[in-house]
């Protein structure tokens, strides 16, 4: 009877203290024809279980702590059932404090990415030494997405996890995988994620982080918008900052990936002065987005509205 009550209290105390992921992982092969998805299967459940059920790193996360986020596979090709080239896309979310609404921290994709999987063979990773394109790449994203997180809650916070996923990357030069690769022809792959946020150069991108999220989107549910407002304007400054000291970043582009309908309905209520200052900057720094940042001085909603347009 002992041992079975204490059986349950570790059955407990495991499900409030886990784990730091709660992935989703989809293998999409819908574009293979006439091949076994037997193999697609297994490998969206070892991928499953790799990042949610593995020790990332030395904390214990409560089960509302966890990193949610999407990782998904289209399949292009398969060769000899092992050698894949796929389209990857990664989503990143974050609650925002006290308010169902969840904000995305990061939208991007790889394509033309290639793997090679071994059904029945175990996925392993060392983050100071290379063995597979895939389990480098799935856990450089892992560690990206706790640095994010890490940063929108304190300052700097995402540090340590920045220094993690540069060590894969040093460990990833032995590749021949391009996107490990300091490449002055494709400046938005891992290799420059990795710099832009570990260049002294860039340093406003921290604070953004923090000011964005934490000082600013944390207490828009509360009663001091007008304050919170402020702070995101401060966050869109400093990237504008970073843009007057290097255009196109692939930080900044991120960034804007996951942010322009966000930020449009932050200020589409706001006042003019600021929806004014917002439109300028954002058309300036992002003016692939410009027609979207017209809508904030239109008084328009976009496609991905949020509760704080107001």
Known sequence: MKRLFALMLLLFASNLYSQEFKVTVSVNSSKLQ??????YQNLQTVLTEFINDRKWTNFNYKQYEKIE?????????????????????????????????????LNTKETGFKFKYIEGQPLEFD??????????????????????DA?????????????????????AQRSSDASWQRSFTNTQNRYWMIENYTNSSYNPLHQTWYQYHRLGLDMMAGESQTEARSNIILAIENLQKVHREKTNLVALQQFFDAKADEIVNIFKGAPANEQKRVAEIMKQINPTNTNKYDQITQGQQSASPTPFGK
């Open 34 to 39: 006439g091949t076994d998805k037997t193999v």
């Open 69 to 105: 986020a999407n990782i998904s596979m289209n399949l292009d090709e398969v060769v000899g059932r092992e050698d894949f080239t796929t389209e990857l896309n990664i989503q990143l979310r974050r609650p925002v404090y006290n308010s169902t609404y969840t904000t995305t921290l």
């Open 127 to 148: 983050q100071n030494n290379y063995k597979d394109n895939l389990t480098s790449t799935i856990a450089f994203y892992l560690y990206y997405f706790l640095a994010l």
């Open 151 to 171: 940063e929108s809650f304190s300052p700097n916070g995402g540090s340590p996890y920045f220094q993690i996923c540069l060590n894969i990357i040093n460990a």
